[in-house]
Nanobody, 131 residues
Framework: QVQLVESGGGLVQSGGSLRLSCVVSGFTLDYNARAWFRQAPGKEREGVAC????????DYAEFVKGRFTIYRDNAKNPVYLHMNNLKPEDPGVYYC????????????????????????WGQGTQVTVSS
């Protein structure tokens, strides 16, 4: 089983930057893709950015393209989400998810409801943006 732990959330001014980190432990060969999701109060969880384990290709929700970057180090662990130019609509709890579905491929699903049903989740990290 895969365990995920997020870190890096906090309070930042509008226009500022944060970097989130997601560390995977456990049976790390058991996942095929990792992604960042977010959930604001009263809203549904939405996919933000996704990275494929095999080739490192990525997928982004339209509302973060050009501002957020998902990437990993050469060891594929951890996975980071670098967030630039944070906006008042970006706050929420950011979750790291992992999919063990062999056929899952990050392409076109981020930001499109409903979000993909990943099977492993972290506890989330809070991002707050002040105006």
């Amino acid at each position: 089983q895969v365990q995920l732990v997020e870190s890096g959330g906090g309070l930042v001014q509008s226009g500022g930057s944060l970097r989130l980190s997601c560390v995977v432990s456990g049976f790390t060969l058991d996942y095929n893709a990792r992604a960042w999701f977010r959930q604001a109060p009263g809203k549904e969880r939405e996919g933000v950015a996704c990275i494929n384990r095999a080739d490192g290709s990525t997928d982004y929700a339209e509302f973060v393209k050009g501002r957020f970057t998902i990437y990993r180090d050469n060891a594929k662990n951890p996975v980071y989400l670098h967030m630039n130019n944070l906006k008042p609509e970006d706050p929420g709890v950011y979750y790291c998810g992992a999919s063990s579905e062999p056929m899952y491929y990050c392409e076109g699903a981020m930001g499109v409801p409903p979000p993909p049903d990943f099977d492993s989740w972290g506890q989330g990290t809070q991002v707050t943006v002040s105006s």
